[in-house]
T-cell receptor
Framework: KAGVTQTPRYLIKTRGQQVTLSCSPI?????VSWYQQTPGQGLQFLFE???????NKGNFPGRFSGRQFSNSRSEMNVSTLELGDSALYLC???????????FGSGTRLTVV | AQTVTQSQPEMSVQEAETVTLSCTYD???????LFWYKQPPSRQMILVIR??????QNATENRFSVNFQKAAKSFSLKISDSQLGDAAMYFC?????????????FGQGTILTVHP
């Protein structure tokens, strides 16, 4: 059974640009969540999607957005990148979260 | 707001020995879910163990067990017979269930070093 796949693994972008990250969940998992991990702030919840609908959202500015497709694959977009957006972005999928979430290996975004 | 606190930034243990990682949390909910995740240098978060708050029995997964004290809002992880492969960052996480879809609140993490 394939795990959660995140692409790309590494990304370098310039301030002001925008970026799109991709997450393919485990087959059958309809819930996809996104997290930002930084040394200073730790792991912070961005948003969660289920059946193409955003059900929950963390405290991030509107520059951070996401969507989910009918096959449950999800994308996360960050517009007008800032240096502080440099982080590891993790995606997690689940059937129902109470049994735990399976994480991908993340996308390391560096903004220069 | 729920918060999760891991008071031990770093811990170390000798191979084959036992180590306990601490976690406390703050919530006004009566039903919720707690997790321990492991993050090795490969970056992938791996679920170690989970606990449902309405279950009084402590969860156990092979060498990993928890001490869940609901009244004290404490959720510690015990690793028995530590192995070199246990070396990683460990995160305690909380989910309120209900409409808290997908939202895990994490502690700051504990780096575990295992000495041969």
């Amino acid at each position: 059974k394939a795990g959660v796949t995140q692409t790309p693994r590494y990304l370098i972008k310039t301030r002001g640009q925008q970026v799109t990250l991709s997450c393919s969940p485990i087959s059958g998992h309809r819930s996809v969540s996104w997290y930002q991990q930084t040394p200073g702030q730790g792991l912070q919840f961005l948003f969660e999607y289920f059946s193409e609908t955003q059900r929950n959202k963390g405290n991030f500015p509107g520059r951070f957005s996401g969507r989910q497709f009918s096959n449950s694959r999800s994308e996360m977009n960050v517009s007008t990148l800032e240096l502080g957006d440099s982080a590891l972005y993790l995606c997690a999928s689940s059937t129902t979260g109470i049994y735990g979430y399976t994480f991908g290996s993340g996308t390391r975004l560096t903004v220069v | 707001a729920q918060t999760v606190t891991q008071s031990q930034p770093e811990m170390s243990v000798q191979e084959a020995e036992t180590v306990t990682l601490s976690c406390t949390y703050d919530t006004s909910e009566s039903d919720y879910y707690l997790f321990w995740y492991k993050q090795p240098p490969s970056r992938q978060m791996i679920l170690v163990i989970r606990q449902e708050a309405y279950k009084q029995q402590n969860a156990t997964e092979n060498r990993f067990s928890v001490n869940f004290q609901k009244a004290a809002k404490s959720f510690s992880l015990k690793i028995s017979d530590s192995q070199l492969g246990d070396a990683a960052m460990y995160f305690c996480a909380y989910n309120a269930g209900g409409t808290s879809y997908g939202k895990l609140t994490f502690g700051q993490g504990t780096i575990l070093t295992v000495h041969p």
